[in-house]
């Protein structure tokens, strides 16, 4: 059975920074693709990164470039997320989430193209 179970969120003030993990199992995880998405409140999902199966490529929307890094750890079976200088409107549950097919690339921002979701870990930026 496919687990993806994600922690380290938490209240942050803006400018702080989180370090978000994603515990995985249940499939090989350094063969597949992996990706952050988010849902702000009242809003629908946000793909935030991505990073391919070897851990070498990564990508990020715009909204979180230069501040946020995507990382894995194969030997592990984790991903992470570091955020820093967080804002406000990083406000959202944090989901990880597995890719589809099996690719040497990095994923895509595709929704539709992930099949396993952790429960989501809640980030809120306040002061």
């Known amino acids: 059975e496919v687990q993806l179970v994600e922690s380290g969120g938490g209240l942050v003030q803006p400018g702080g920074s989180l370090r978000l993990s994603c515990a995985a199992s249940?499939?090989?995880?350094?063969?597949?693709?992996m990706s952050w998405v988010r849902q702000a409140p009242g809003k629908g999902l946000e793909w935030v990164s991505g990073?391919?199966?070897?851990?070498?490529?990564?990508t990020y929307a715009d909204s979180v470039k230069g501040r946020f890094t995507i990382s894995r750890d194969n030997a592990k079976n984790t991903l992470y997320l570091q955020m820093n200088s967080l804002k406000p409107e990083d406000t959202a549950v944090y989901f990880c989430?597995?890719?589809?097919?099996?690719?040497?690339?990095?994923?895509?921002?595709?929704?539709?193209?992930?099949?396993?979701w952790g429960q989501g870990t809640q980030v809120t930026v306040s002061s």
């Open positions: 990073i391919n199966s070897g851990g070498g490529t990564t």
């Open positions: 249940g499939f090989t995880f350094s063969n597949y693709a």
């Open positions: 989430a597995k890719y589809k097919i099996v690719t040497l690339l990095a994923p895509t921002p595709t929704i539709s193209q992930y099949d396993y």
